[in-house]
């Protein structure tokens, strides 16, 4: 059976056990000594929030719904604000969603 997700415009079937597996190697990755010199700068990747290490969450860029595996290339330190809000979306679409953010601000909105 393929897992199934839809996403902003387009469909993506992810072979099975392959979020389970990736999640896995996530907790595995989270102990690793790169890691923790990646969290210990204690900044958000996405919002450049100063935040204690130990509150930063791993975040999957391309995320593991979307295809994305558990790679030093594909984790970055992120508040659990952003993580929550970023939810399922590749990096373009985290960007729009942001500037959509701003410009609601802009506005006084």
């Known amino acids: 059976m393929i897992e199934e997700m839809q996403g902003p ?3 993506v079937e992810v ?8 999640k896995e190697k996530a907790r595995a990755l989270r102990k690793t000594q790169w890691w923790q010199r990646r969290i210990a700068k204690g900044r958000c990747h996405y919002c450049g929030a ?3 290490p130990r509150d ?4 999957h860029v391309v995320p593991l719904i979307r295809g994305g595996r558990t ?6 330190p992120c508040c659990k604000e952003c993580n929550n809000k970023k939810k399922y ?3 373009i679409e985290w ?11 802009d506005k006084g909105e």
Do not use: I, W
């Open 71 to 76: 790679t030093k290339g594909n984790v970055v």
């Open 89 to 91: 979306y590749l990096p």
């Open 15 to 22: 072979p099975p056990g392959h979020v389970r597996k990736e």
């Open 56 to 59: 930063l969450t791993m975040d």
């Open 95 to 105: 960007e729009e969603y942001l500037k959509t953010l701003q410009a609601g601000l």
């Open 9 to 11: 415009g387009f469909l």
């Open 50 to 52: 100063s935040v204690p």
